[in-house]
């Protein structure tokens, strides 16, 4: 299927957009519900990362859609992290489709045949044409929430004040 060009709405956000919630879950799912209990996950977060789908030390929670499904707008994420060692560390949040044979999915951000290439393997997966997914980045002591600049659909970090991690504490 090509991808859906040029979609225009006439507000932003889009006013019929429906709003989901997924929870991690313990078998690196994405669940409707809330899980019974908690679960840690843990990762060596230094190690390289190519963004190929299969990095080693990447955590990965999946969601199959029943129905064919448009995401638009922004996302967000919740997570409850620590670093065992630090007071302080980054998070790399990245959302990845993937088609119904489980290769995970790129998109070209302008039409192909005005790349002069006929695939999309063409070009580099680092490479400012070509979208792998909606991500986000934060340093984990930048947290706090600017409730004024903040709305439902799109959270805003003041940035203004440090708020490190004590040892070994969520």
């Known amino acids: 299927m090509p991808p859906v060009e040029n979609l225009s709405f006439s507000e932003w956000p889009v006013p019929e957009a429906q709003y989901e919630k ?7 799912k994405l669940a409707a519900k809330s899980p019974p209990s908690g ?5 060596l977060g230094d190690v390289p990362a190519i963004q190929m789908g299969n990095d080693p030390e990447e955590v990965v929670f999946e969601y199959t859609f029943q129905r064919k499904t448009r995401l638009l707008g922004t996302s967000k994420a919740v997570l409850y992290m620590s670093c065992p060692g ?23 951000n302008i039409p192909m045949q005005d790349l002069g290439v006929t695939s999309e393997k063409e070009v580099g997966d680092i490479n400012p044409l070509k979208f792998l997914g909606p991500g986000g980045v ?16 799109r959270l805003h970090h003041d940035h203004t004040k440090e708020v490190n991690f004590l040892l070994g504490r969520l």
């Open 86 to 108: 630090h007071d302080d560390f980054d998070v790399f949040v990245q959302l990845r489709k993937a088609g119904k044979d489980g290769n995970v999915l790129t998109h070209i």
């Open 39 to 43: 679960a840690t996950i843990s990762f």
């Open 22 to 28: 997924f929870f991690l879950s313990n078998d690196a």
């Open 138 to 153: 934060l340093r984990a002591s930048h947290r706090a929430i600017d409730p004024i600049l903040s709305k439902p659909h």
